[in-house]
């Protein structure tokens, strides 16, 4: 009886996830889409492409603070990359956005602060632009763009049957046409990645997280880091999970790397990137989202 309801319980944290997630990032990618879809009508590509060069070396800087000011979560990047991404804007600059943009939402640094205290969030921030820009320079300097798809710089194409509205129906109309075809290109993506993410979430109990990373683990670093990706979570609960688990006997070294893991590169974005990169790209991408969350758990745990 005792274990019926805890699967019962389980199965309901993971429906109301779904849905929840589902609503959410569903809302959230078609507000998104369609300001940039605005804002790309009102500022011409160039302007961004001269913004946000690689060839100017105060590009990667703007993109990281970009990424720092925009409260988006992993998954609400990408509709602001595929914008970027059309208006041609530099490659590294764009990695720079997509991993700053997530891991320096302004509600993390600001939960950081709170919970931890400021020399932790200062750090943390340090820890994540610096790496971000790094990541981004290299990511370009090695010929990684040849990975993003075709496709990934198209302009939605209206269809013969709306061509001949084209002209008498307004601009913003036309730019959720846009973005509708946006949404329904990666909503396969979009969900089979909530759903899975949402499984994980539902089913794994914290404990087992918090014993797997303990001090007394030499890999609960790396472990925890891991653990992050498919372990889907808001970045308003990031904080306050990490502050249950750290209670729970899990290291603080290990903390960090969960918080850079999971708010990162959730499982929903790798699914989600996979509709603009090429496999190449996804595992780079993996690579330094758990590069960086290692070594910023390391030295958090070094430092403090």
Aim: include cysteine; aromatic fraction near 10%.
């Amino acid at each position: 009886m005792l274990n019926f309801s805890i699967d019962q319980t389980m199965l309901m944290d993971t429906l109301n996830m779904f849905l929840f997630l589902s609503l959410e990032l569903t809302l959230l990618f078609l507000v998104i889409s369609y300001a940039v879809g605005a804002l790309q009508s009102v500022i011409p590509p160039q302007r961004i492409q001269s913004i946000l060069s690689s060839r100017n070396g105060k590009g990667f800087l703007i993109a990281g603070f970009l990424g720092a000011i925009t409260p988006f979560c992993s998954c609400s990047t990408i509709p602001f990359l595929k914008g970027l991404l059309r208006a041609k804007a530099g490659f590294g600059t764009m990695m720079v956005f997509l991993f700053a943009s997530p891991l320096l939402n302004p509600i993390i640094i600001g939960l950081f602060a709170v919970t931890f205290g400021v020399k932790v969030a200062l750090f943390y921030f340090i820890i994540a632009m610096a790496v971000s820009i790094i990541a981004g320079v290299a990511l370009e300097q090695l010929g990684f763009e040849k990975y993003v798809k075709p496709e990934a710089y198209d302009t939605p194409k209206t269809s013969k049957a709306c061509c001949g509205k084209a002209k008498s129906e307004s601009k913003w109309l036309t730019i959720w046409r846009s973005t509708w075809s946006d949404f329904k290109k990666v909503l396969p993506y979009l969900m089979g990645g909530i759903a899975i993410g949402s499984a994980i979430y539902g089913f794994m109990p914290a404990e087992l997280i918090a014993s797997v990373a303990s001090d007394s683990n030499p890999f609960a670093i790396p472990v925890a880091a891991v653990i992050g990706i498919p372990l889907y979570v808001r970045a308003e609960a990031v904080i306050p999970l990490s502050a249950a688990l750290a209670a729970k006997g899990m290291g603080l070294g290990a903390v960090m790397a969960l918080i850079i893991g999971s708010a990162g590169a959730s499982l929903t974005e790798v699914v989600l990137l996979k509709s603009l990169f090429k496999n190449q790209m996804i595992i780079a991408f993996l690579v330094v989202v758990l590069g960086m969350a290692v070594s910023a758990g390391l030295l958090y745990q070094a430092i403090f």
